[in-house]
């Protein structure tokens, strides 16, 4: 009797252990089926948040958002260092840029610049000049430059900050100097370019919203000017050392 009450018991627990091993069973291959489906893995809802993100945003940027902008630009070129005390300069300088908008935040610019400065030297004792006195120099300086812009988001700041636009942007740039000896006719011309790269940032105001902006921009340039180390002026500067710094105010179109 006993036997036969043992007996049972066993089986009553075996049937047991089988219905729940086969309950875990199924509920393993059911997640692994489901993510085994096309467009069942984790990452879909998560791709698909990305993709509808990122239409939103193109939406956004095409009803919204600028495509191209022109703007011609006055201001002030100025200098640090030895080059800072020889120059006197000649404003107002000009300038022209064409910006192409990647986004609500990026842009690709691309741009000329123009200013005029003077030196001035009676002195015939220079290294550079044989005993002659340069006398009155016209110093002339193209620049051509390709820059990215990032404007700054400031969708949770003041409605004066967001109207002004902020942006940051560096460049790099060649510049082309020309030195006019006008005073001394037996000094030809010195000429020559460098490299250099400029960083800074600016504000955009609009006028007619979308269509019109007021800019201003400050930047400080770094150059290799061709006459950087030059000797020739040695009795007055030891070179011509020293960075550029622009102030400029620009009139904005926008398509």
């Given at each position: ?6 007996i ?158 902020p ?20 000094i ?9 790269v ?9 006028i007619?919203?979308?269509e019109?902006?007021?800019g201003v ?12 180390n030059t ?19 620009s009139y904005?179109?926008?398509?």
């Amino acid at each position: 009797m006993f036997f036969n009450n043992l007996i049972k018991i066993l089986i009553l627990l075996s049937l047991s252990f089988n219905t729940f091993g086969q309950v875990g069973v199924n509920d393993g291959f059911s997640i692994e089926e489901e993510d085994l489906n096309i467009g069942g893995d984790i990452f879909s809802n998560f791709n698909e948040d990305i993709e509808s993100n990122q239409v939103m945003e193109d939406e956004r940027f095409y009803r919204y958002g600028r495509f191209f902008t022109f703007s011609f630009a006055l201001g002030l070129t100025t200098f640090t260092g030895n080059r800072g005390i020889v120059y006197e300069n000649e404003h107002p300088s000009y300038g022209i840029q064409l910006s192409i908008f990647k986004g609500f935040q990026t842009a690709i610019s691309l741009g000329i610049g123009f200013s005029r400065h003077n030196m001035y030297f009676d002195q015939t004792d220079l290294q550079g000049f044989n005993g002659e006195a340069p006398g009155f120099v016209q110093v002339s300086q193209l620049r051509v430059y390709s820059g990215y812009k990032y404007y700054i988001d400031t969708a949770n700041l003041g409605t004066a900050i967001t109207y002004s636009n902020p942006y940051f942007t560096t460049r790099l740039e060649y510049w082309y100097t020309t030195n006019k000896f006008i005073d001394n006719e037996n000094i030809a011309n010195r000429n020559g370019g460098g490299l250099g790269v400029g960083m800074g940032g600016g504000l955009e105001f609009p006028i007619k919203l979308k269509e019109s902006y007021l800019g201003v921009e400050v930047l400080y340039h770094n150059v290799n000017f061709f006459d950087k180390n030059t000797g020739s002026y040695r009795e007055v500067v030891d070179d011509l050392n020293g960075d550029a710094v622009t102030t400029m105010v620009s009139y904005i179109w926008n398509w």
